[in-house]
Protein backbone atom coordinates (compact mmCIF):
# COMPACT_ATOMS: atom_id res chain seq x y z
CA UNK A 1 0.00 0.00 0.00
CA UNK A 2 1.64 3.27 -1.04
CA UNK A 3 1.91 5.62 1.95
CA UNK A 4 0.72 9.38 1.59
CA UNK A 5 3.21 11.85 0.80
CA UNK A 6 4.12 13.82 3.68
CA UNK A 7 4.24 17.76 3.74
CA UNK A 8 7.74 18.84 4.29
CA UNK A 9 8.78 20.72 6.79
CA UNK A 10 9.92 24.53 6.45
CA UNK A 11 8.18 27.95 5.70
CA UNK A 12 6.39 28.93 2.50
CA UNK A 13 7.79 30.97 -0.32
CA UNK A 14 4.74 33.31 0.21
CA UNK A 15 5.55 34.35 3.74
CA UNK A 16 9.22 34.00 3.68
CA UNK A 17 8.27 36.48 0.67
CA UNK A 18 6.13 38.84 3.26
CA UNK A 19 8.15 38.87 6.30
CA UNK A 20 11.07 39.99 3.60
CA UNK A 21 10.09 42.52 2.35
CA UNK A 22 7.58 43.91 5.60
CA UNK A 23 10.64 43.46 7.43
CA UNK A 24 12.71 46.06 4.90
CA UNK A 25 10.47 48.21 4.92
CA UNK A 26 9.81 48.48 8.55
CA UNK A 27 13.28 48.60 8.94
CA UNK A 28 13.84 51.14 6.65
CA UNK A 29 11.53 53.23 7.85
CA UNK A 30 12.75 53.10 11.48
CA UNK A 31 16.44 53.87 10.29
CA UNK A 32 15.12 57.04 8.74
CA UNK A 33 12.36 57.98 10.67
CA UNK A 34 13.79 57.82 14.40
CA UNK A 35 16.80 60.56 13.29
CA UNK A 36 14.42 62.37 11.40
CA UNK A 37 12.24 62.72 14.76
CA UNK A 38 14.70 63.64 16.68
CA UNK A 39 16.15 66.05 13.94
CA UNK A 40 12.42 67.41 14.14
CA UNK A 41 12.54 67.60 17.81
CA UNK A 42 15.86 69.56 18.15
CA UNK A 43 15.11 71.36 14.72
CA UNK A 44 11.61 72.82 16.61
CA UNK A 45 13.29 73.73 19.67
CA UNK A 46 16.22 75.45 18.23
CA UNK A 47 13.71 77.29 16.27
CA UNK A 48 11.75 78.74 19.05
CA UNK A 49 14.81 79.32 21.08
CA UNK A 50 16.45 81.51 18.31
CA UNK A 51 13.01 83.76 17.92
CA UNK A 52 12.92 84.09 21.93
CA UNK A 53 16.35 84.88 21.79
CA UNK A 54 16.03 87.48 19.12
CA UNK A 55 13.09 88.99 21.28
CA UNK A 56 14.93 89.06 24.74
CA UNK A 57 17.66 90.76 22.80
CA UNK A 58 15.46 93.40 21.37
CA UNK A 59 13.49 93.99 24.66
CA UNK A 60 17.02 94.42 26.54
CA UNK A 61 18.30 97.07 24.25
CA UNK A 62 15.12 99.01 24.65
CA UNK A 63 15.24 98.69 28.63
CA UNK A 64 17.16 101.72 29.83
CA UNK A 65 20.33 100.66 31.70
CA UNK A 66 19.87 102.73 34.38
CA UNK A 67 16.27 100.78 35.47
CA UNK A 68 17.83 100.00 38.64
CA UNK A 69 18.04 103.51 39.71
CA UNK A 70 14.53 104.47 37.92
CA UNK A 71 13.02 101.42 39.50
CA UNK A 72 10.50 99.79 37.79
CA UNK A 73 7.74 102.37 38.16
CA UNK A 74 9.06 104.12 35.61
CA UNK A 75 10.35 101.65 32.77
CA UNK A 76 7.75 99.92 30.51
CA UNK A 77 8.06 97.14 28.44
CA UNK A 78 8.55 97.99 24.50
CA UNK A 79 5.56 98.12 22.14
CA UNK A 80 4.80 95.19 19.90
CA UNK A 81 6.20 92.05 22.15
CA UNK A 82 4.32 89.28 20.85
CA UNK A 83 1.65 87.58 22.40
CA UNK A 84 2.23 84.92 24.78
CA UNK A 85 5.54 85.63 25.72
CA UNK A 86 6.56 85.89 29.12
CA UNK A 87 8.70 89.01 29.48
CA UNK A 88 10.57 89.42 32.75
CA UNK A 89 13.30 92.16 34.51
CA UNK A 90 15.68 90.48 36.21
CA UNK A 91 17.99 91.28 39.00
CA UNK A 92 22.02 89.81 38.49
CA UNK A 93 20.91 87.51 41.86
CA UNK A 94 17.62 86.29 39.62
CA UNK A 95 15.31 88.07 41.59
CA UNK A 96 11.89 89.43 39.82
CA UNK A 97 12.07 92.58 39.42
CA UNK A 98 8.99 93.62 37.42
CA UNK A 99 6.96 92.06 34.43
CA UNK A 100 6.17 88.14 34.10
CA UNK A 101 8.06 85.04 35.64
CA UNK A 102 9.01 83.55 38.47
CA UNK A 103 10.66 85.29 41.47
CA UNK A 104 13.93 84.02 41.16
CA UNK A 105 15.37 82.57 37.97
CA UNK A 106 18.44 80.57 37.75
CA UNK A 107 18.79 80.95 33.68
CA UNK A 108 18.82 84.83 34.46
CA UNK A 109 22.11 84.64 37.32
CA UNK A 110 23.80 82.99 33.89
CA UNK A 111 23.24 85.93 31.70
CA UNK A 112 25.54 87.82 34.50
CA UNK A 113 28.93 86.61 31.77
CA UNK A 114 27.17 89.18 29.54
CA UNK A 115 25.80 86.21 27.09
CA UNK A 116 22.67 84.99 26.27
CA UNK A 117 21.41 81.56 27.58
CA UNK A 118 18.24 79.70 27.20
CA UNK A 119 16.85 76.43 28.84
CA UNK A 120 13.78 75.03 30.46
CA UNK A 121 12.38 76.19 33.61
CA UNK A 122 8.99 75.65 35.29
CA UNK A 123 7.72 74.67 32.31
CA UNK A 124 8.71 77.07 29.76
CA UNK A 125 11.50 77.78 27.36
CA UNK A 126 13.39 80.70 28.32
CA UNK A 127 15.88 82.38 27.71
CA UNK A 128 17.89 85.35 29.20
CA UNK A 129 19.94 88.42 28.15
CA UNK A 130 21.73 91.11 29.44
CA UNK A 131 20.51 94.51 29.47
CA UNK A 132 23.44 96.40 27.59
CA UNK A 133 25.14 99.46 29.43
CA UNK A 134 28.68 100.83 29.76
CA UNK A 135 28.69 100.20 33.07
CA UNK A 136 29.14 96.69 34.84
CA UNK A 137 25.37 94.57 34.11
CA UNK A 138 22.51 96.56 35.85
CA UNK A 139 19.81 93.80 35.07
CA UNK A 140 18.65 91.19 33.04
CA UNK A 141 15.62 90.32 30.94
CA UNK A 142 14.04 86.86 30.99
CA UNK A 143 11.35 86.05 27.89
CA UNK A 144 9.69 82.27 27.82
CA UNK A 145 7.05 80.85 26.38
CA UNK A 146 5.08 77.78 27.26
CA UNK A 147 6.76 74.65 26.42
CA UNK A 148 3.82 72.76 25.31
CA UNK A 149 3.79 74.71 22.52
CA UNK A 150 6.83 73.55 21.62
CA UNK A 151 5.92 69.88 22.40
CA UNK A 152 2.65 70.05 20.38
CA UNK A 153 4.65 71.14 17.74
CA UNK A 154 7.22 68.17 17.80
CA UNK A 155 3.95 65.83 18.80
CA UNK A 156 2.18 67.03 15.69
CA UNK A 157 5.17 66.27 13.32
CA UNK A 158 6.08 62.96 14.98
CA UNK A 159 2.00 62.05 14.19
CA UNK A 160 1.91 62.74 10.39
CA UNK A 161 5.51 60.94 10.37
CA UNK A 162 3.87 58.17 12.07
CA UNK A 163 1.02 58.46 9.31
CA UNK A 164 3.26 58.16 6.70
CA UNK A 165 5.32 55.50 8.10
CA UNK A 166 2.13 53.44 8.12
CA UNK A 167 1.15 54.28 4.65
CA UNK A 168 4.55 52.87 3.83
CA UNK A 169 5.06 49.68 5.56
CA UNK A 170 0.67 49.07 4.65
CA UNK A 171 2.03 49.96 1.06
CA UNK A 172 4.97 47.64 1.30
CA UNK A 173 2.67 44.83 2.72
CA UNK A 174 0.27 45.23 -0.20
CA UNK A 175 3.27 44.66 -3.03
CA UNK A 176 4.73 41.98 -0.75
CA UNK A 177 1.15 40.00 -1.24
CA UNK A 178 1.04 40.56 -4.55
CA UNK A 179 4.92 39.90 -5.19
CA UNK A 180 4.32 36.68 -2.63
CA UNK A 181 1.74 35.56 -4.92
CA UNK A 182 3.07 36.13 -8.25
CA UNK A 183 6.17 34.34 -7.41
CA UNK A 184 4.51 31.45 -5.58
CA UNK A 185 1.86 30.65 -8.19
CA UNK A 186 3.95 29.43 -10.82
CA UNK A 187 5.89 27.08 -8.29
CA UNK A 188 2.51 25.72 -7.27
CA UNK A 189 1.03 25.38 -10.82
CA UNK A 190 4.41 23.11 -11.44
CA UNK A 191 3.51 21.11 -8.13
CA UNK A 192 0.43 20.52 -9.30
CA UNK A 193 2.05 19.68 -13.15
CA UNK A 194 4.58 17.35 -11.29
CA UNK A 195 2.01 15.38 -9.13
CA UNK A 196 0.30 15.23 -12.41
CA UNK A 197 2.86 13.79 -14.50
CA UNK A 198 3.70 11.27 -11.70
CA UNK A 199 0.01 9.55 -11.93
CA UNK A 200 1.01 9.54 -15.25
CA UNK A 201 -0.31 12.42 -17.41
CA UNK A 202 2.24 13.15 -20.25
CA UNK A 203 0.39 15.43 -22.02
CA UNK A 204 1.02 18.32 -18.94
CA UNK A 205 1.45 21.89 -19.95
CA UNK A 206 2.72 24.07 -16.99
CA UNK A 207 1.15 28.03 -17.22
CA UNK A 208 2.90 30.56 -18.29
CA UNK A 209 3.71 33.44 -15.86
CA UNK A 210 5.70 36.73 -15.74
CA UNK A 211 8.56 34.75 -13.53
CA UNK A 212 11.33 33.61 -16.11
CA UNK A 213 13.28 31.51 -13.51
CA UNK A 214 9.14 29.58 -13.25
CA UNK A 215 8.80 30.02 -16.97
CA UNK A 216 12.02 28.14 -17.78
CA UNK A 217 11.02 25.10 -14.95
CA UNK A 218 8.16 24.49 -16.47
CA UNK A 219 9.25 24.13 -20.11
CA UNK A 220 11.87 21.98 -18.69
CA UNK A 221 9.03 20.28 -17.16
CA UNK A 222 6.91 19.90 -20.33
CA UNK A 223 9.88 18.56 -22.08
CA UNK A 224 10.77 15.98 -19.85
CA UNK A 225 6.69 15.13 -19.86
CA UNK A 226 7.29 14.44 -23.41
CA UNK A 227 10.78 12.78 -23.45
CA UNK A 228 9.20 9.97 -21.10
CA UNK A 229 5.81 9.58 -23.02
CA UNK A 230 7.73 9.39 -25.77
CA UNK A 231 9.86 6.65 -23.71
CA UNK A 232 7.42 4.90 -22.41
CA UNK A 233 5.35 4.80 -25.25
CA UNK A 234 8.72 3.56 -27.12
CA UNK A 235 9.12 0.46 -24.20
CA UNK A 236 5.51 -0.75 -24.31
CA UNK A 237 6.24 -0.58 -28.21
CA UNK A 238 9.27 -2.73 -27.77
CA UNK A 239 8.02 -4.77 -25.13
CA UNK A 240 4.94 -5.27 -27.43
CA UNK A 241 7.40 -6.68 -30.36
CA UNK A 242 9.60 -8.27 -28.33
CA UNK A 243 6.94 -10.82 -26.90
CA UNK A 244 6.03 -10.90 -30.58
CA UNK A 245 9.16 -12.47 -31.88
CA UNK A 246 9.43 -14.49 -28.84
CA UNK A 247 5.88 -16.38 -29.17
CA UNK A 248 6.83 -16.55 -33.17
CA UNK A 249 9.92 -18.55 -32.72
CA UNK A 250 8.67 -20.79 -29.28
CA UNK A 251 5.22 -21.22 -31.39
CA UNK A 252 7.27 -22.72 -34.63
CA UNK A 253 9.10 -24.87 -32.31
CA UNK A 254 6.47 -26.41 -30.60
CA UNK A 255 4.61 -26.82 -33.71
CA UNK A 256 7.64 -28.87 -35.14
CA UNK A 257 7.59 -30.56 -31.69
CA UNK A 258 3.67 -31.48 -31.58
CA UNK A 259 3.35 -32.59 -35.24
CA UNK A 260 6.24 -35.34 -34.72
CA UNK A 261 4.29 -36.64 -32.00
CA UNK A 262 1.08 -36.70 -33.97
CA UNK A 263 2.86 -38.32 -36.94
CA UNK A 264 3.85 -41.72 -36.23
CA UNK A 265 6.15 -42.42 -39.26
CA UNK A 266 7.65 -38.92 -38.16
CA UNK A 267 11.51 -38.87 -37.38
CA UNK A 268 11.43 -37.97 -34.15
CA UNK A 269 15.19 -37.39 -33.73
CA UNK A 270 15.43 -35.29 -36.83
CA UNK A 271 12.22 -33.43 -34.85
CA UNK A 272 14.35 -33.10 -31.85
CA UNK A 273 17.49 -31.52 -33.96
CA UNK A 274 15.36 -28.76 -35.23
CA UNK A 275 13.58 -27.79 -31.76
CA UNK A 276 17.06 -28.01 -30.54
CA UNK A 277 18.50 -25.78 -33.23
CA UNK A 278 14.80 -23.31 -32.89
CA UNK A 279 15.71 -23.50 -29.11
CA UNK A 280 19.31 -22.55 -29.70
CA UNK A 281 18.03 -19.62 -31.62
CA UNK A 282 15.83 -18.71 -28.94
CA UNK A 283 18.08 -18.30 -26.60
CA UNK A 284 20.39 -16.23 -28.40
CA UNK A 285 17.72 -13.53 -29.32
CA UNK A 286 16.68 -13.78 -25.31
CA UNK A 287 20.46 -12.88 -24.25
CA UNK A 288 20.38 -10.54 -27.19
CA UNK A 289 17.64 -8.79 -25.99
CA UNK A 290 18.72 -8.83 -22.44
CA UNK A 291 22.00 -7.73 -23.14
CA UNK A 292 20.32 -4.57 -25.27
CA UNK A 293 18.09 -3.85 -22.32
CA UNK A 294 21.42 -3.36 -20.25
CA UNK A 295 23.38 -1.32 -22.59
CA UNK A 296 23.74 2.43 -22.08
CA UNK A 297 22.39 4.44 -24.68
CA UNK A 298 26.02 6.92 -24.63
CA UNK A 299 28.12 3.59 -25.27
CA UNK A 300 30.32 4.08 -28.27
CA UNK A 301 30.92 0.86 -29.91
CA UNK A 302 33.14 -0.50 -32.71
CA UNK A 303 31.70 -2.88 -34.91
CA UNK A 304 33.53 -4.74 -37.45
CA UNK A 305 30.70 -5.43 -40.16
CA UNK A 306 32.84 -8.44 -42.38
CA UNK A 307 33.12 -10.17 -39.40
CA UNK A 308 30.18 -10.34 -38.44
CA UNK A 309 28.46 -10.70 -41.55
CA UNK A 310 30.24 -13.29 -41.93
CA UNK A 311 29.58 -15.05 -39.22
CA UNK A 312 25.86 -14.46 -39.72
CA UNK A 313 26.31 -15.92 -42.90
CA UNK A 314 27.81 -19.57 -41.26
CA UNK A 315 24.71 -19.52 -38.98
CA UNK A 316 22.26 -19.32 -41.60
CA UNK A 317 23.53 -20.66 -44.90
CA UNK A 318 22.98 -24.48 -43.67
CA UNK A 319 19.90 -24.07 -42.95
CA UNK A 320 18.76 -22.18 -45.99
CA UNK A 321 20.27 -24.71 -47.90
CA UNK A 322 18.42 -27.44 -46.42
CA UNK A 323 15.01 -25.61 -47.57
CA UNK A 324 17.01 -24.87 -50.96
CA UNK A 325 16.99 -21.12 -50.96
CA UNK A 326 20.75 -19.60 -51.24
CA UNK A 327 22.44 -16.94 -49.01
CA UNK A 328 24.68 -14.52 -50.77
CA UNK A 329 26.97 -11.63 -49.36
CA UNK A 330 28.85 -9.32 -51.21
CA UNK A 331 31.47 -6.36 -49.57
CA UNK A 332 33.61 -4.07 -50.76
CA UNK A 333 37.07 -4.67 -50.38
CA UNK A 334 37.69 -2.27 -48.04
CA UNK A 335 35.23 -1.22 -45.42
CA UNK A 336 35.05 0.95 -42.01
CA UNK A 337 33.44 -0.54 -38.39
CA UNK A 338 29.79 1.50 -37.38
CA UNK A 339 29.11 1.94 -34.14
CA UNK A 340 26.70 -0.18 -33.23
CA UNK A 341 25.87 -2.87 -30.70
CA UNK A 342 26.65 -6.54 -32.19
CA UNK A 343 23.39 -7.78 -30.52
CA UNK A 344 21.30 -5.07 -32.18
CA UNK A 345 22.46 -5.78 -35.50
CA UNK A 346 22.17 -9.42 -34.88
CA UNK A 347 18.37 -8.46 -34.46
CA UNK A 348 17.95 -6.39 -37.06
CA UNK A 349 19.05 -8.87 -39.42
CA UNK A 350 17.99 -11.40 -38.39
CA UNK A 351 14.21 -10.04 -38.46
CA UNK A 352 14.83 -9.36 -42.30
CA UNK A 353 16.32 -12.95 -42.83
CA UNK A 354 13.24 -14.24 -41.05
CA UNK A 355 11.33 -12.33 -43.23
CA UNK A 356 12.63 -13.37 -46.54
CA UNK A 357 12.58 -16.92 -45.81
CA UNK A 358 8.97 -16.47 -44.55
CA UNK A 359 7.42 -14.39 -47.16
CA UNK A 360 10.14 -14.47 -49.75
CA UNK A 361 11.29 -16.76 -52.42
CA UNK A 362 14.45 -17.67 -54.47
CA UNK A 363 17.72 -16.53 -53.14
CA UNK A 364 18.90 -13.93 -50.44
CA UNK A 365 21.16 -11.37 -51.05
CA UNK A 366 23.00 -9.28 -49.00
CA UNK A 367 24.88 -6.43 -50.07
CA UNK A 368 27.28 -4.25 -47.85
CA UNK A 369 28.01 -0.41 -49.71
CA UNK A 370 30.40 1.98 -47.96
CA UNK A 371 28.40 5.84 -48.04
CA UNK A 372 31.96 7.58 -47.02
CA UNK A 373 29.95 8.86 -43.08
CA UNK A 374 27.66 5.45 -42.81
CA UNK A 375 27.54 1.51 -44.77
CA UNK A 376 24.16 0.60 -46.39
CA UNK A 377 23.00 -3.37 -45.50
CA UNK A 378 20.58 -4.18 -48.05
CA UNK A 379 18.56 -7.15 -48.26
CA UNK A 380 16.75 -8.48 -50.89
CA UNK A 381 15.22 -12.14 -52.15
CA UNK A 382 12.93 -12.84 -55.43
CA UNK A 383 9.65 -12.87 -53.95
CA UNK A 384 6.35 -10.85 -54.90
CA UNK A 385 7.10 -8.05 -52.63
CA UNK A 386 4.90 -5.73 -50.56
CA UNK A 387 1.27 -4.73 -51.26
CA UNK A 388 0.62 -1.30 -52.63
CA UNK A 389 0.47 0.99 -49.51
CA UNK A 390 1.18 -1.30 -46.61
CA UNK A 391 3.30 0.11 -44.16
CA UNK A 392 5.22 -3.20 -42.78
CA UNK A 393 6.79 -1.08 -40.30
CA UNK A 394 3.60 -0.43 -38.57
CA UNK A 395 2.88 -3.39 -35.69
CA UNK A 396 -0.65 -5.00 -36.27
CA UNK A 397 -2.84 -7.15 -34.38
CA UNK A 398 -5.02 -10.20 -34.39
CA UNK A 399 -4.93 -11.98 -37.76
CA UNK A 400 -3.98 -9.67 -40.57
CA UNK A 401 -2.60 -10.89 -43.68
CA UNK A 402 0.52 -9.46 -44.77
CA UNK A 403 4.63 -9.37 -43.97
CA UNK A 404 5.83 -7.32 -41.19
CA UNK A 405 6.57 -9.48 -38.26
CA UNK A 406 9.35 -8.11 -36.37
CA UNK A 407 9.84 -5.22 -38.09
CA UNK A 408 8.41 -2.64 -36.28
CA UNK A 409 11.13 -4.03 -33.87
CA UNK A 410 14.23 -4.20 -35.74
CA UNK A 411 13.18 -0.35 -37.02
CA UNK A 412 13.29 0.99 -33.35
CA UNK A 413 16.22 -1.16 -32.97
CA UNK A 414 18.18 0.58 -36.04
CA UNK A 415 17.00 4.26 -34.58
CA UNK A 416 18.21 3.52 -30.83
CA UNK A 417 21.73 2.63 -32.95
CA UNK A 418 21.69 5.81 -34.46
CA UNK A 419 20.54 4.35 -37.81
CA UNK A 420 17.61 3.81 -40.15
CA UNK A 421 15.88 1.31 -41.34
CA UNK A 422 13.93 1.84 -44.93
CA UNK A 423 11.66 -0.10 -47.49
CA UNK A 424 13.78 0.82 -50.54
CA UNK A 425 11.95 -1.11 -53.05
CA UNK A 426 8.51 -2.90 -52.45
CA UNK A 427 8.72 -5.97 -55.44
CA UNK A 428 11.06 -7.49 -55.15
CA UNK A 429 11.32 -6.35 -52.02
CA UNK A 430 14.40 -4.64 -50.70
CA UNK A 431 15.17 -3.72 -47.64
CA UNK A 432 18.02 -1.70 -46.64
CA UNK A 433 19.90 -0.88 -43.37
CA UNK A 434 22.00 2.60 -42.80
CA UNK A 435 24.50 2.20 -40.01
CA UNK A 436 26.78 5.34 -38.58
CA UNK A 437 30.73 4.68 -39.31
CA UNK A 438 32.64 4.70 -36.25
Same mark, same amino acid.
Given at each position: ?R??? #??P???? !?R??????????????V????? &??????????????????????A????A????????????VS????VPS???V?V????? $?????D????? /???VH????HV????????L??S??? @?S???R???VR????Y?????R?? /????L??? !??????????GL????S???? $??????????L???A? /????R?????????D??????E??A???G??????????AD??H? !??????GML??L??A???? /??????????????G????T????????S?E??????C????????????????G?????????????DQ???VA?? @???????? %?? !?L?NAV $??G????T??V????D?????V?? %????I??????????????E???IG?A?? #??L??????????R??????????? &???
Amino acid at each position: MRSAA #REPHGTS !LRRRVLVAIVGIAALAVALFAV &PLALSVERLYHDETAGALSRDAAWIAAAIPDDVMKKGPASVSLPKGVPSGLRVGVYTTDG $ALLFGDGPKRS /DLAVHSRDGHVHEAVENGFLAVSAPI @PSDESRKGLVRVATPYDEVSDRVH /DAWLLMAG !LSVVVVSLAVGLALRQSSRLA $APLEHLTRAALSLGAG /DFSIRAPRSDVREADVAGLALESTARRLGEVLERERAFSADVSHQ !LRTRLTGMLLGLESALARP /DAHREDAIRTALARGEQLRTVIEDLVRLSRESGDQSLCLDVRTFLDELRGEWYGGLAAQGRFLSLNLPDQLPSVAAS @PAALRQIL %QV !LLDNAV $AHGKGEITVDVADLGDGIAIEVAD %QGVGIPEGLDVFTRRSGNEEGHGIGLALA #RSLAEAEGGRLILRRPSPPVFSLLL &PTA
